[in-house]
């Protein structure tokens, strides 16, 4: 595997469902990030991890719960959703330092019915 | 709040032909990016502008920086339907949090013959 792999590509859950997305950067990098993407609205970072320790929380509601257990590996679990969180969930990592340049994953497109 | 505007957000033009998007944001930053998605795909960098009159060329795609005017822009050279895509810019707040980056709208672009 290269670059940064997702988990999976489409997911359809009903809202009392619990499941969750997984990413992996075979980059060697030390930060790693989730964003939704949906078509109202532009690309939102909804949480960062620098060094495996979470350093933004951009008012996620609490039905997204990001886990980072080493610096390759992220998380993010979902419980009770609602149909607005329908979107694409991309992940990302970078290298800490002068240019934080950011490569995505390929996306898993996310339906809740 | 950083704000990150582009324009247009819709663009169509003939091959061949040239054009510039725009990516206007609203407080200091020393940190640019522009990213390319196409459909049903995820981001992919193409330019990392670090500097105040940062330009950078790849292909039919130019990039540049002025961190006076709080503007970058993107040109296009002699366009080919192989460029038809979504493209976006993302700011790096400057004393932010690193890594933290804040993205354009985006704009659709399409080649036509």
């Known amino acids: 595997e290269t670059g940064v792999t997702q988990t999976p590509r489409h997911l359809v859950m009903g809202m009392t469902n619990k499941k969750s997305l997984k990413c992996e950067q075979h980059?060697?990098?030390?930060?790693m990030y989730w964003y939704k993407q949906s078509a109202k609205k532009p690309l939102e970072l909804m949480f960062v991890?620098?060094?495996?320790?979470?350093?933004e929380n951009n008012s996620v509601p609490s039905r997204f719960s990001p886990e980072c257990p080493n610096s390759s590996h992220l998380f993010l679990h979902l419980h009770t959703l609602q149909p607005e969180d329908s979107a694409l969930y991309l992940c990302?990592?970078?290298?800490?330092?002068?240019?934080?340049?950011?490569?995505f994953g390929p996306g898993t497109r996310l339906t809740v019915t | 709040e950083l704000k990150v505007e582009q324009n247009p957000l819709f663009l169509s033009m003939q091959e061949g032909k040239n054009y510039t998007i725009y990516c206007n944001y609203s407080?200091?930053?020393?940190?640019l990016y522009w990213y390319r998605q196409d459909p049903g795909k995820s981001l992919e960098s193409l330019f990392v502008?670090?500097?105040?009159?940062a330009v950078k060329q790849e292909g039919r795609l130019m990039a540049s920086l002025d961190t006076k005017a709080r503007l970058s822009t993107l040109h296009i050279t002699a366009a080919v339907h192989d460029l038809s895509a979504t493209y976006f810019c993302?700011?790096?707040?400057?004393?932010?949090?690193?890594?933290?980056?804040?993205f354009g709208k985006g704009t659709k672009l399409s080649v036509k013959p």
């Open positions: 980059l060697g990098h030390n930060a």
């Open positions: 407080t200091t930053s020393d940190r």
């Open positions: 990302a990592s970078s290298q800490v330092g002068t240019v934080y340049e950011q490569y």
């Open positions: 502008l670090l500097s105040n009159g």
């Open positions: 991890y620098n060094f495996k320790e979470q350093t």
């Open positions: 993302a700011v790096d707040t400057e004393g932010g949090s690193q890594g933290n980056l804040i």
